[in-house]
């Protein structure tokens, strides 16, 4: 089965500090991996996504991740956050062969003006 | 462009009662999926269909059940509510199994 850690609960960052924010998944085989942001009272929305290729993937609104397969890791960064960037995040997993996609607990993001 | 349409938004229930949560999408998307988020807990599989007739269980099912009867729909049921199922619920499709999820806006269902 297939399973994703997010280290971090809670996540409290100044404007224009870097961010990164980290993924773990156990999966014995090949993997989508993905990164979705919920902004308060919203639904899911897709950051970033990786599926092959070059292993640093960037996404909308200045986010980027990098996938290390030996490390079974899949960390998403911003240089600079800001005030608007404050949501939940959430790292999923999707194996090769499974038809479901696995969410981590998400990290809640706040950035404080 | 609908996308991915819950209905209800809101519901409070009575423990014992049942109702259907309705999920609409209208992106001729084969996959179809029922999530549950909880505070602290992430988003957790209820049900989910790979196409029209088919349903699977997911991480969490007991207690609920679904249907596929047409490939735009997916209707989530509880029988006999439970506090324990007081949640926010999110319905998403996809094109494939490994495409990104489009998720509806979701439905607050309280039970007491």
């Known amino acids: 089965a297939q399973s994703v850690s997010q280290h971090n609960h809670h996540v409290i960052l100044s404007e224009a500090a870097s961010l990164e924010l980290g993924c773990n998944y156990s999966?014995?085989?090949?993997?989508?991996l993905f990164w979705y942001v919920q902004y308060p009272g919203q639904h899911l929305q897709l950051l970033l996504k990786?599926?092959?290729?070059?292993?640093l993937v960037k996404g909308i609104k200045g986010f980027e991740a990098e996938f290390i397969k030996s490390k079974f890791s899949f960390n998403l960064r911003k240089p600079s956050v800001q005030w608007s960037d404050t949501a939940e995040y959430f790292c999923?997993?999707?194996?090769?062969?499974?038809?479901?996609?696995?969410f981590g607990k998400g990290t809640k993001l706040s950035v404080i003006p | 462009n609908a996308g991915v349409t819950q209905t209800p938004k809101f519901r409070v229930l009575k423990t014992g009662q049942s109702m259907t949560l309705l999920c609409a999408q209208d992106?001729?998307?084969?996959?179809m999926y029922w999530y549950r988020q909880d505070p602290g807990m992430g988003l957790r599989l209820i049900h989910y269909?790979?196409?029209?007739?088919?349903?699977a269980k997911g991480e969490v099912p007991d207690g609920y059940n679904v249907s596929r009867l047409k490939k735009q729909n997916f209707l989530l049921g509880l029988e006999s509510a439970a506090p324990s199922q007081t949640s926010v619920y999110f319905c998403?499709?996809?094109?494939?199994?490994?495409?990104?999820?489009?998720f509806g806006n979701g439905t607050r269902l309280t039970v007491t």
């Open positions: 269909s790979v196409g029209e007739g088919t349903t």
């Open positions: 999923a997993v999707f194996g090769a062969g499974s038809y479901q996609l696995t």
């Open positions: 992106m001729n998307h084969e996959y």
């Open positions: 999966y014995g085989g090949t993997v989508n």
């Open positions: 990786y599926f092959s290729g070059d292993p």
């Open positions: 998403a499709s996809s094109g494939t199994g490994n495409s990104p999820l489009h």
